[in-house]
């Protein structure tokens, strides 16, 4: 099926830098979300973006949705031990039935102390 | 809320048995929805519901699958002779109807078919 393309598969940063996750697609879609996943357990809503060119923050968190509606990126600044995991951005149409996420594969984030 | 709980967290069985996964959304939540994850990939839709209506099936979902949701609260996933390749991460998700873009995924239910 249809997944959205995360690359590198791998990023490797040292403690209290930031990082730049970016995500595009074919196709458009109308919300954006970002999760994160730990080893075993299932992904962690971290932010939704529901319009295009929107700039939203959580904490250490930002992520924007591309004016294109075909991209977004998520930032985390100042990255500390706890941020070690897997990022997986989703697309959603969101129209009449079909609300469900389309994902990308993940970038495994590892942070050096 | 307690969150999207899932039972059990690890099943696994024999090729050729059938096997059982249940979700309990967070209540009051009338969206639910069955992923299957497998190494290395992002989550992929089998298939979901809004209250006890199933709306939607992904092609992923064989005629060895089936999933309900009786009264709309908790749902179950089958798998019927499961096979090698069935085993994966399968992880169910809920959102309210106000907020259908923001899904709350649970722990998910790791199956291993030998």
């Known amino acids: 099926g249809q997944q959205l393309n995360q690359s590198p598969q791998s990023m490797f940063i040292q403690e209290g830098e930031d990082v730049s996750m970016n995500c595009t697609s074919s196709?458009?879609?109308?919300?954006w979300l970002w999760y994160k996943q730990d080893p075993g357990e299932g992904p962690v809503l971290l932010i939704a973006l529901y319009k295009a060119g929107e700039l939203t923050s959580n904490g250490r968190l930002t992520a924007q949705f591309g004016i294109t509606r075909k991209d977004s990126f998520l930032n985390i600044s100042a990255s500390i031990p706890s941020d070690v995991g897997i990022y997986f951005c989703?697309?959603?149409?969101?129209?009449?039935?079909?609300?469900?996420?389309?994902f990308g594969k993940g970038i495994t984030l590892s942070v050096r102390p | 809320d307690t969150g999207v709980s899932q039972d059990p967290r690890h099943k696994i069985t024999k090729r050729g048995q059938n096997v059982t996964f249940r979700c309990d959304p967070i209540s009051e939540h009338n969206r639910l929805y069955w992923y299957r994850q497998t190494l290395g990939q992002g989550p992929e839709f089998l298939t979901y519901?809004?209250?006890?209506?199933?709306?939607?099936k992904s092609r992923l979902l064989s005629d060895r699958f089936s999933a309900e949701r009786p009264k709309g609260s908790f749902s179950t996933l089958e798998i019927q002779r499961t096979e090698q390749g069935d085993s994966a991460m399968y992880l169910c998700a809920s959102s309210s109807g106000l907020a259908t873009y923001e899904q709350y995924f649970g722990p998910g239910t790791r199956l291993t078919v030998t």
């Open positions: 989703a697309g959603q149409l969101n129209t009449g039935a079909n609300s469900k996420l389309t």
């Open positions: 196709s458009i879609f109308n919300t």
């Open positions: 519901f809004q209250n006890e209506a199933q709306l939607e």
